[in-house]
């Protein structure tokens, strides 16, 4: 069964967003010590979009530092904020929950209500990865009531999420359900198909998580039909994967094995480790209840090769 972490790995979001930059304009031709802190931030950006996480956080942290010494809250708080979306994004959840502990109250020194905003959306979420299910309510409501106050749309819809799945797994099922419709909805009226796309999967997780199979496979074609539709590979392959693991009986098992095949393939051919070892892991499960062991050997030696580089990459020895 899908745990609440998983979906809140994959809605997380991407680094504040910035203007475009070539990558290779990356090195920086003057010492850290005369750059300013935005300048130090727009280096960590770079690398960030690379995923080069040790000359990521170097970066931030050189900013921090610079904006410390300058004494400029709002700077401070923004170059805490990408901090903990690094940690975040390295499973280091109680650095990510410290770093936004200290940015939260500094946003709200600030007028960017929509930084603020950003920053209780980041608790709530890493909050609840960490089982303090009380403080991500409250965060995510709190940030709910701001994105709504400066009309920020896209901000107020992944809030609505987060609380719906928040609420469906600590039994509040209508009230998280309601929240799930009401983030699709308003993306469809909004014709914002990536948030309708994540809703949606979302309400399928959520039916999931209740033992909805019916109602889950009835979300998960939904969001596929509109994956195919934008020929979005990343999210048809992710929706290949959900599906091919409902577990709807032993006569099921080679469909499912055909379904977690092709998300193999979408994820290879997109070059996307996460997604192929994810794949291979299920194959091997599939194999594994039919019966073909070699096969359920093969495919976890594969899942696993890919993980333990992965982990090596994320943590820095590259």
Request: with cysteine.
């Amino acid at each position: 069964m899908i745990g609440l972490w998983l979906l809140l790995c994959w809605l997380l979001p991407s680094a504040l967003s910035s203007s475009a930059a070539s990558p290779a304009s990356g090195a920086p031709t003057s010492s850290p010590n005369q750059l300013s802190g935005h300048e130090l931030l727009r280096i960590g950006e770079i690398h960030d979009q690379q995923e080069h996480f040790p000359e990521t956080l170097t970066y931030y942290q050189l900013a921090l530092s610079k904006f410390r010494e300058k004494k400029q809250s709002q700077g401070v708080a923004t170059a805490l904020m990408k901090i903990a979306r690094v940690q975040e994004r390295q499973g280091k959840l109680q650095e990510a929950y410290a770093s936004l502990q200290e940015a939260v109250p500094l946003f709200a020194q600030t007028a960017d209500r929509s930084a603020q905003a950003e920053a209780l959306l980041s608790t709530g979420r890493v909050a609840a990865q960490l089982g303090q299910r009380e403080v991500s309510r409250e965060a995510l409501t709190q940030a709910a009531a701001l994105f709504t106050r400066v009309r920020n749309a896209r901000g107020r819809n992944d809030t609505l999420v987060q609380l719906g799945l928040l609420h469906v797994v600590d039994g509040e099922t209508e009230a998280g359900l309601s929240a799930l419709q009401q983030a699709a909805e308003e993306a469809r009226n909004r014709r914002h198909v990536e948030q309708q796309f994540t809703a949606t999967v979302a309400l399928g997780d959520a039916h999931w998580l209740l033992g909805h199979m019916n109602d889950a496979r009835t979300h998960y074609v939904e969001a596929l039909a509109l994956a195919e539709a934008e020929h979005h590979l990343p999210f048809e392959g992710m929706l290949k994967l959900r599906l091919a693991r409902l577990d709807e009986g032993k006569d099921s098992l080679t469909d499912r094995l055909a379904l977690a095949k092709r998300a193999l393939l979408i994820a290879q051919s997109i070059r996307d480790p996460a997604g192929e070892a994810d794949a291979w892991s299920l194959i091997a499960d599939l194999h594994r209840q039919l019966g073909q062991q070699a096969e359920a050997d093969q495919a976890d030696a594969r899942a696993i090769a890919i993980y333990r580089s992965r982990e090596l990459f994320v943590h820095g020895v590259r």
